[in-house]
């Protein structure tokens, strides 16, 4: 079975400083796919950024990048330059990449960005 | 397109009520997914439609929920004889899936249901 963990439950962090948000994960499934979701108050889960296993490259969306370590299962995301913005709770998910294709999310991790 | 609508955003009811959720997907995904979300917690898989079909449901579904997606457009997901227990987000999300794969899931804003 996937399983993800995220072991921060809080992070605070300065306005404009760099934040990573740690995600480990275990499957047996020799290919799948990682994300991360930002879920701010309002309740929508919205998409950040996705890495597939068999990527050579770790992945970048603006300020969002993917620190992926397959050797030690974890999939840490960056949040550079850290915005008022980017409070909110932060989801490390996996996808299976057979059938349901569904996620399976970690217990999320709070940011918050002080002025 | 203005991405997955979820209907109603709130909902209160007494315990033992049954309710009714409907999810509007993206229109040309064809997959779909239940999701519920407790306080504290990350969202949990309920079920998964592709196009009309329900071909995976969680352990979490007990007999009371069920959900339909009929001619593989919306979703409706029942909830009868409510319990407290059932109070929780419940997430809906559509993707386009393709083999290998796939595209990322799009999330609605979640129906936040009170079993009062």
């Known amino acids: 079975a996937q399983k993800i963990t995220q072991t921060q439950p809080g992070m605070f962090v300065q306005e404009k400083e760099a934040v990573t948000l740690d995600c480990t994960y275990d499957t047996s499934d020799p290919s799948y796919g990682l994300f991360w979701y930002k879920q701010p108050s309002s309740g929508e889960m919205i998409f950040l950024i996705y890495q597939g296993s068999y990527d050579q490259q770790n992945a970048t969306e603006g300020r969002y990048s993917l620190n992926f370590q397959k050797a030690r299962k974890s999939a840490n995301l960056v949040i550079s330059a850290s915005q008022l913005g980017d409070s909110a709770m932060y989801f490390c998910a996996m996808r299976e990449i057979q059938g349901a294709q569904k996620l399976v999310f970690g217990q999320g991790t709070r940011l918050t960005i002080n002025p | 397109d203005t991405g997955v609508s979820q209907n109603p955003r709130h909902k209160i009811t007494k315990r033992g009520q049954n309710v009714t959720f409907r999810c509007d997907p993206i229109?040309?995904?064809?997959?779909l997914y239940w999701y519920r979300q407790t306080l504290g917690q990350g969202p949990e898989f309920l079920t998964y439609f592709q196009n009309e079909a329900q071909l995976e449901k969680s352990r979490l579904l007990s007999d009371r929920f069920s959900a339909e997606r009929p001619k593989g457009s919306f979703s409706t997901l029942e909830i009868q004889r409510t319990e407290q227990g059932d109070s929780a987000m419940y997430l809906c999300?559509?993707?386009?899936?393709?083999?290998?794969?796939?595209?990322?899931?799009?999330f609605g804003q979640g129906t936040r249901l009170t079993v009062v």
């Open positions: 999300a559509s993707s386009l899936g393709v083999a290998g794969e796939g595209t990322e899931a799009f």
């Open positions: 229109s040309e995904h064809n997959r």
